[in-house]
């Protein structure tokens, strides 16, 4: 399967009207997990939540990361990797410990990866990613990277103040959020797009200085959406610049869309061990190939008037 992803990839990019997006310079590598659902399949290797259910159900999990870009005007994710778990460690974390892994040794200085809220802050740190927008959960808290004033009395404070980017309601209580260090204000297809953003954070539990990894957050209010983007990254940029990159990550999540409704692999009926893993990885491969197609053949009309013209 990797020579399949290397020489597909050769050929997109060898395209001539392939063309890689770019923000600030840098362009959007995204990660991803995905799940083919086996609820009945006797000891299925993993599990993954399933928000219909409200828990963990059995299913084959895969790891899936892409390059995006764009071709015949429509976004599209080029898959680099599908990852599957350990043969010894089937559990959704070790699987994304391995991609984050796999990711940190393949980044390339103008290359970030982007990720949704599956995966924790504290997992990219471990892996010593420095150039990555992770979504964050909306009751998401940090610390200032310095620690609290002294006030005289008692032990003196060894973390930072805590920085809660949303306010939320606590048994009917309102916990207000912490102000922002300052905002950011741009407009978008006639729309005005705030973003409130602090900056040199820890995550709880670090001790702040000149060792701790620190970070941003960016909350930025879209109209469009109930609830802000509750963004975390290490990159100098601005707000609107993460808002693209994050919206980059979007186009990953057509290939496992198009495996399991278009090829049809959201049900399956293999058993053996290797089958199980081989099956979902093909019908991945299959409806990346499928995206790319719907965005490069040209439409009916076009076809017909070309036959028209021609005959």
Request: net charge positive; glycine share 6%; charged share 20%.
């Amino acid at each position: 399967m990797p020579i399949l992803l290397r020489l597909w990839q050769e050929q997109v990019e060898g395209l001539p009207g392939w063309q890689v997006h770019r923000h600030e310079g840098y362009r959007a590598i995204t990660v991803d997990v995905t799940a083919f659902w086996r609820p009945v399949l006797v000891n299925c290797p993993s599990k993954h939540y399933h928000p219909g259910a409200n828990r963990a159900l059995p299913a084959v999990i895969f790891g899936v990361v892409g390059q995006v870009g764009e071709i015949g005007s429509q976004r599209i994710a080029c898959p680099l990797a599908f990852e599957r778990v350990h043969p010894k460690d089937p559990r959704e974390t070790r699987l994304w410990h391995d991609l984050l892994r796999w990711v940190h040794r393949r980044l390339e200085p103008d290359e970030v990866a982007v990720m949704d809220a599956g995966v924790k802050l504290a997992d990219l740190h471990e892996a010593g990613l420095e150039r990555y927008v992770l979504r964050l959960a909306t009751n998401f808290t940090a610390h200032r990277n310095q620690p609290l004033r002294y006030s005289g009395k008692g032990r003196k404070p060894i973390y930072g103040e805590k920085v809660r980017p949303l306010s939320r309601t606590h048994k009917g209580k309102v916990i207000a959020a912490t102000p922002p260090d300052h905002v950011e204000t741009w407009t978008e297809k006639g729309i005005e797009m705030p973003a409130e953003i602090w900056n040199n954070l820890v995550l709880p539990g670090v001790l702040p200085g000149r060792q701790a990894v620190t970070f941003s957050v960016y909350a930025i209010y879209d109209p469009a959406y109930t609830t802000p983007w509750l963004l975390a990254t290490r990159l100098k940029v601005k707000a609107s610049t993460l808002k693209a990159m994050y919206q980059d990550r979007w186009p990953v999540e057509q290939i496992p869309l198009a495996a399991k409704q278009m090829v049809g692999a959201h049900r399956q009926f293999v058993h053996a061990e290797e089958s199980i893993q081989r099956l979902p990885e093909l019908a991945l491969f299959a409806g990346y190939i499928l995206s790319y197609l719907a965005a490069t053949v040209p439409g009916l009309s076009e076809l017909l008037s070309e036959y028209q013209i021609n005959y």
